[in-house]
Every structure is written in C-alpha cells, then in structure tokens.
C-alpha cells in the first residue's frame, strides 16, 4: 500500500542544490521507498538528489510525494518531507 501527498514548493528559487540535498537526505534517512513527481510527470526516486534536480521544480510547482507504506509510519515520513519542501530554504540562508 502507498500513501500519497501533493504539496506546493516553498523555496523561493526552486529545489536548486542545496534544498533538494537536504530533500533527498531526508528520504534515503526515512527508511522506506519514496518517490516524488512533478504535476503529472514520471515519478523519480526521491532519494536521489541527481533524480530530484532533474525534475527542474521551481518555486509554486506542485509536486507528488508517495511513500511506500501506510499508517502512522507512512504519514510521519511525509509530514517531514513536506515540512522540507514547503520551507523557502533560500531564506532560510539570507537570514
């Protein structure tokens, strides 16, 4: 069973190097397979940094979490992955 979320990007200038490595650490550290996907694109590993900055995702685009898995486990992976992708990292670093 998977467990799916849509969430809209949140870094000001889009899942550039930086905040797609802290994206894609985060997925290989969650234990479980994750893939991501852009609007209705092919879904990619999301542990794969290569994988993440392929997908060319910019500030406002909508992106497709799925997690392999259900229950609690599941929503916990999601809800820190979205955590990441809704946070503007680029802010984050002028501040």
């Keep these: 069973m998977t467990t799916s979320r849509t969430v809209r990007i ?6 550039h190097a930086r905040p797609a490595k802290l994206f894609a650490q985060a997925a290989k550290d969650a234990g479980v397979p994750v893939t991501i996907a852009k609007d209705s694109g092919k879904p990619v590993n999301a542990a794969s940094i290569l994988g993440v900055i392929a997908l060319a995702i910019e500030y406002g685009d909508y992106v ?19 955590e990441l992708l809704t946070t503007d990292h680029d802010q984050d670093a002028a501040g």
Aim: aromatic fraction near 0%; hydrophobic fraction near 30%.
């Design 10 to 15: 949140g870094s000001s200038h889009g899942l």
């Design 64 to 82: 497709t979490l799925t997690v392999d898995g259900d229950g609690a486990e599941a929503e916990n992976v999601i809800d820190t992955l979205t």
